[in-house]
């Protein structure tokens, strides 16, 4: 199996490749790792699953072993001529940047009946950010996104230590804290741990203006450590930023992370409201 570390250094050196390291290339070698993604995901036969960066197909084959029908999107030609080697008839794969797929167009034609796709993927690290921001926008076609991601971000999308993004996600979807990853899991071994979270997607909530609120949540958290009042004062009078953040019974002299998601969306609405 591709995910034991000697074959997986004979393939690569049978390829002439090396991980490239600024592809986020670290390859998994846990299989059991594997069945627990694929039990995070409650993979059953016949899923339409898209998965990131395939790299050397150790989760490619164990999605094809649950009996999925995968779209690989690979940005590294080696390893998207490997994975089209394999000629199997429930995989497809497409030699290019996922920020580029047009994963309206591909999941559309798939798709029948009201069903809807699952992304599964070991994504590159320096993407993350990206790829969820695209992700998040096609509730309708894809049900749930189950991604190896670095422990920190995991943490973050999950917790109660969040940012203007962890907002993005949880008005998007429903964030799941799945497992941690060890580095030794990996070949090669990042300087980081690594843990798998699963992402329901569908909106949760509702604001009177999706565009502005973004706008308010990101400037908030911009200046973190300034109170409310003075962050926000540029978009909104200071006194009707004291007098939302009372209605919603918190201190006027409240900073960002003092809000709960939930908090955002009443203060966002109280406050544009009240305008």
């Known amino acids: 199996m591709l995910y034991r570390p000697t074959e997986l250094r004979a393939l690569l050196d049978s390829l002439g490749v090396a991980p490239k390291k600024g592809l986020s290339q670290n390859f998994l070698i846990d299989g059991n790792i594997l069945n627990k993604i694929a039990h995070l995901a409650s993979l059953k036969p016949g899923d339409l699953v898209v998965e990131i960066g395939p790299g050397p197909g150790a989760l490619t084959e164990k999605l094809l072993s649950c009996g999925c029908h995968v779209l690989a999107i690979e940005k590294d030609t080696t390893f998207a001529r490997l ?4 000629e199997h008839p429930s995989l497809e794969v497409w030699c290019e940047d996922v920020l580029d797929f047009s994963f309206e167009e591909e999941l559309s034609k798939r798709l029948r009946d009201g069903s809807k796709a699952k992304v599964v993927a070991n994504i590159p690290y320096h993407l993350t950010t990206p790829i969820l921001a695209r992700l ?8 749930c996104a189950v991604l190896m991601v670095q422990e920190e971000v995991a943490r973050r999308c999950t917790g109660k230590d969040f940012s203007s ?13 799945g497992f941690y990853v060890a580095p030794t899991c990996f070949y090669p071994a990042p300087k980081v741990g690594s843990s798998v979270i699963r992402l329901d997607l569908g909106k949760r909530y509702h604001v009177l203006d999706e565009e502005q609120f973004f706008v308010a949540t990101r400037t908030a958290f911009c200046h973190r450590r300034k109170m409310l009042t003075s962050s926000l004062k540029e978009l909104y009078p200071v006194a009707k930023i004291q007098g939302a953040l009372e209605s919603i019974g918190k201190s006027p002299l409240s900073r ?17 409201t009240s305008l």
């Open 83 to 86: 994975a089209k080697e394999k």
């Open 256 to 272: 960002p992370e003092a809000l709960s998601v939930e908090e955002w969306i009443a203060f966002f609405n109280t406050l544009n």
């Open 165 to 177: 993004f962890t907002i993005f996600l949880h008005y998007y979807s429903r964030p799941q804290y």
């Open 136 to 143: 998040m926008k096609l509730s309708h076609l894809i049900e």
